[in-house]
């Protein structure tokens, strides 16, 4: 809100204004419909605007009741904290979808020309009226566009500082990992060789194994590790969703955690990579079983729509912090006391290279976290 009024002194946006652009949303309303059809046929114009529609023709009808909403609420306010919040998210979204910057600024000047032009055929803008009104129309759509800009800027330095942080752990990663590999595989070849001279030595043999477990333990965040930086090719193959949860279900110890199951997907198959989407299964309910503990509860549900299946889950923990949140899903970012934080960046990857979405929020039923992927079931075939 700080921004807003800020902006609103800055334009010199008066109660004025807000008067005078109610007046005109009446007039200016029948013309909104030549108003969003302009702006698009100028965005089906240019490839790169054009590519940022990643749905296609359905987008657009989407997108054409979106932009008319965001016209009359233009006209109308209120011009409150609500209307600020909403025009933040515009700037984001488009990060989001990589629309780049300067289409926003010529699509807005799109908007106002085609505006201006119906205001002065409703309007007699040599009047005073007339005049204060187009005005105002400018100092609106001056302060839509600079929220835009600034939340669009914000999101967008924060992912370019993301994509450096990872790629510098990509580099340190890749070489630390490949270097541990081999002393660890030393000590594996030894304990194999101390394993069979310690037959006789019961106490020997516990700390050989408890030794074993944590080499394996070791090799396995290697592995991890290892994964989020490669790009190795997906095994696409037809999978069925709820043996597929079942089936990881029953990796994970539940350590006094209830875990349910509400299948809503009515046998959904999906083209996916079987082991990756186990994992994306295993890792999310090891972490709200985790969460959940010593006695509260895990609920997973399977719905699926038109094109995709929905996984989620919800547990009955803490929750999570608004700080954590933002980067819940880089690596080596963890709540827990125990563990490295790769689980949650590594089910983000594996989702995102099946082309789908995670996302995470609070359970309103459970009152901990709650986890959403969707995936595209892209061609499964009965
Ligand atoms: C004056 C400039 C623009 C305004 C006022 C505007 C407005 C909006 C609004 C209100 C949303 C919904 C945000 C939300 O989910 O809360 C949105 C999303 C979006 N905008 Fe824009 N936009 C502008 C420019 C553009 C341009 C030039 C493109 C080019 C392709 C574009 C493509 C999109 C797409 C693809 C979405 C995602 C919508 C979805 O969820 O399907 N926008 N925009």
New binding site residues.
Partial sequence: MKLFSELQRYVGFTVDDERRLKVVHPLLSPHFQDVVERFYER?LQHDD??A??Q?GER?VG??KV??TQ?LHELFEGPWDDAYVR?RE??GR??VL?N?PQH??VT??NV?RLTLREHLSNTLDEASDEGRASRDALQRILDI??AI?LHTYREDLEARNARAERLATFGQLVGSIGHELRNPLGVIETSLYVLKGNAAGDAKAQRHLERISQQVGLANDIITQLLELIRDRPLARQRVELAPTVASALDSVKLEGVTVSVDDGAGGAALQADPTQLRQIVINLVDNAVQAAQPAGQVRVKLSRDEQGVTLEVADSGAGISPEVKNRLFEPLVTTRTRGVGLGLALVKRMVERHGGRIEVGRSDELGGARFTVWLPTTGATA
């Fill in positions: 965005v605007a054009r940022a529609l749905r987008q989407h997108l979106t932009l965001w909403r998210r515009i979204v488009h979808i629309l289409f926003m699509a807005m908007v839509d566009l835009m």
